[in-house]
C-alpha cells in the first residue's frame, strides 16, 4: 500500500529493544494517514500532534544519538534526569503520546481488516473509528474533546474513499488493500505493543486528561 507502506519498520528484535532511528525514520511517513479521514477540524491536530511529538523526539536523539540509541534509552536516560518531573517531560512524554496516536491508527486498520462493520452501512467506518478511539484514546480526552471526537465520525470517508486514499488514488481491488494492512499490522503492532509493555514497566503512563 502506497501510503502505508512507503518505509518499512524494522522486525522488533528478540530483546524488544527498539532503535530510535529507524524508528522514528519509518514513523515520520504515518501522519498523512490523518489526512485520510478527512474532518480536517478534528484530525488535524491529531496530525499535527504525532508529527510534533515525532520532532521532539528525534530533537533530543539528535543531541546524543549514541545514548539515546533506543527508545529504553531515552526513558532511562531522562528518568535520571528530570527527577521528579519524569515522565510528564522531553522525549518520554512527546513518544507516550505518540504510541497513544499510533494506537488509534492501527486499532481502526485491525478492524478494518478483520470485517467488523455496521451490517445496515457497511461502507462506513464508524463502528471502526468508534472502536478505535475508546481503546487509544477517549480516557485521555476531557468531556470536549470526546464530544468532538464523537460526533467526527458521522463526517468520516466511506471505506470505500479510505481504501482509496491509502492507495493515492489508484485503483485497487479491496482485497489487495486489506492484504496490505494486514502486512503493515503485522510489522507494526508487535513494535507498538514493545513500547506500550515498556512504559508500564518503567511506570512511565500518565493517565492525565487533556
Known amino acids: 500500500m502506497a501510503l502505508l507502506l512507503e518505509h518499512e519498520f524494522k522486525p522488533l528484535p528478540a530483546d ?17 494517514f490523518f489526512d485520510c479521514l478527512g474532518t480536517p477540524i478534528v484530525y488535524a491536530p491529531v496530525k499535527a500532534d504525532l508529527t510534533g511529538n515525532i520532532k521532539k523526539i528525534r530533537a533530543v536523539y539528535d543531541s546524543n544519538p549514541a545514548k539515546f540509541k533506543t527508545l529504553q534509552n531515552i526513558l532511562e536516560v531522562e528518568k535520571e534526569m528530570y527527577g521528579s518531573a519524569w515522565p510528564k517531560t522531553g522525549a518520554t512524554l512527546a513518544l507516550m503520546w505518540l504510541k497513544r496516536g499510533l494506537k488509534f491508527m492501527l486499532v481502526l486498520l485491525q478492524s478494518i481488516s478483520d470485517g467488523e462493520r455496521d451490517e445496515e452501512h ?19 480526552h476531557g468531556w470536549m474533546l470526546q464530544k468532538l471526537f464523537t460526533g467526527s465520525v458521522y463526517a468520516l470517508p466511506y471505506k470505500s474513499d479510505l481504501l482509496k486514499a491509502l492507495e493515492k488514488g489508484k485503483e485497487v481491488k479491496e482485497e489487495e488493500t486489506i492484504e496490505k494492512i494486514h502486512q503493515f499490522l503485522l510489522r507494526v503492532t508487535p513494535i507498538l505493543d514493545a513500547i506500550y509493555e515498556m512504559y508500564t514497566k518503567m511506570n512511565a503512563e500518565l493517565s492525565y486528561k487533556v
Open 16 to 32: 524488544k529493544q527498539i532503535e530510535t532511528l529507524p524508528f522514528l525514520e519509518a514513523v515520520a511517513h504515518l501522519p498523512p
Open 122 to 140: 457497511p461502507n462506513l467506518i464508524r463502528v471502526n473509528a468508534m472502536k478505535a478511539y475508546e481503546i487509544a484514546l477517549k480516557k485521555y
